[in-house]
C-alpha cells in the first residue's frame, strides 16, 4: 500500500473519478482541466493524454467510464456528457447536448447498458446500441424508488406513489388520474429486457385484469386522450368567504 508514482496535473486542476482498462493494463484519470491522463498500471508513469477542449473549453472533465471492448469511453463533463472512441479519436455520440450533470457512471458487465447517476439523486439508464434512455430511477427521500421511462410508464411502490404527479397542460394532477394508463412494470422491465418472460407475462396478465376490472373505456388509453376540464359558470357569484 505504498505510493509508487505522484502525478499532479500542470495547472493545479482536481481529478475526478478514474477507471481501469484492463485490455491494455492502464488506469484513465479524468480531470479538470479538461484532459483525460492514461497511467501504465504497472510503472503509474503518464502514457497519453486526450484533451476535450473542442467541446468545450470551459466544462472540466468530471466522471469517465470504460466499456468493456476497451476503447469506448463514457466521458462525462460538469454540464454534459458524451461517448468517445479512443482508438478512432471521435465523439461517436453526446446524447443530445442533454444536461444530466452527472457525478458517477458505470457500463454493465455485458456493455449492453449505461447507468449515470445524477447530482439530482436521479439514475438514468441508457442501452448502448444507440444509447437511447431507458428509463430514470427517481427516489423520493426514504421511500423506495420509482422507474420511469421516457415515456411515462412506472413502476413504484404505495409509498412512493404519493409523491408523483403529472404535469399535463400546465396543471399538476395526482398520479391516480393517470395509474391505469402508466403504472405497468411489464412495459418498464419489457424495456429493459432483464426479466423472465413467464414473470413478464403475469405481470402483464395481472394489468389486463385490472384494466377490465376498472370498466374504463379502451379509448381512454389513448396517447391523445383529453383530461376533463371544469368551469364554473357563475364563480363571480360565489362568496370568497362563507360561514357556513
Not at 49 to 52: E, K, L, Q, Y
Not at 89 to 97: A, E, L, P, Q, R
Not at 219 to 228: E, N, S
Given at each position: 500500500l505504498t505510493p509508487f508514482y505522484r502525478f499532479t496535473s500542470p495547472e493545479g486542476y482536481e481529478f475526478g473519478s478514474g477507471c481501469y482498462d484492463p485490455v491494455h493494463n492502464r488506469v484513465l484519470a479524468p480531470c479538470q482541466n479538461n484532459n483525460v491522463y492514461f497511467f501504465d498500471a504497472a510503472t503509474g508513469k503518464l502514457k497519453d493524454?486526450?484533451?476535450?477542449n473542442f467541446i468545450d473549453k470551459q466544462e472540466g472533465v468530471n466522471t469517465i467510464s470504460l466499456h468493456p471492448d476497451g476503447h469506448t469511453l463514457f466521458v462525462g463533463l460538469n454540464n454534459l456528457m458524451l461517448v468517445y472512441d479512443i482508438e478512432s479519436?471521435?465523439?461517436?455520440?453526446?446524447?443530445?447536448?442533454a444536461n444530466y450533470t452527472i457525478g458517477q457512471a458505470q457500463f454493465s458487465h455485458d456493455g449492453k447498458m449505461l447507468?449515470?447517476?445524477s447530482f439530482t439523486g436521479v439514475i438514468h439508464l441508457f442501452e448502448t446500441k444507440e444509447y437511447k434512455k431507458l428509463l430514470q430511477v427517481q427516489t423520493f427521500s426514504d421511500k423506495d424508488p420509482v422507474?420511469?421511462?421516457p415515456d411515462n410508464y412506472y413502476i413504484a411502490s404505495r409509498s412512493s406513489l404519493q409523491d408523483l404527479y403529472f404535469n399535463y397542460n400546465h396543471t399538476l394532477y395526482p398520479f391516480d388520474q393517470f395509474d391505469i394508463?402508466?403504472?405497468r412494470p411489464d412495459t418498464v422491465l419489457e424495456r429493459?429486457?432483464?426479466i423472465d418472460r413467464s414473470l413478464l407475462n403475469a405481470y402483464k396478465e395481472a394489468w389486463t385484469k385490472r384494466f377490465k376490472k376498472s370498466g374504463i373505456p379502451a379509448?381512454?388509453?389513448?396517447?391523445?386522450?383529453?383530461?376533463?376540464e371544469l368551469s364554473i359558470l357563475n364563480a363571480e357569484q360565489i362568496p370568497a368567504f362563507v360561514t357556513a
Open positions: 493524454s486526450v484533451n476535450f479519436k471521435k465523439v461517436i455520440n453526446n446524447f443530445n447536448g447507468a449515470t447517476g422507474w420511469i421511462t394508463n402508466f403504472n429493459l429486457g432483464r379509448d381512454r388509453l389513448r396517447p391523445d386522450f383529453k383530461v376533463p
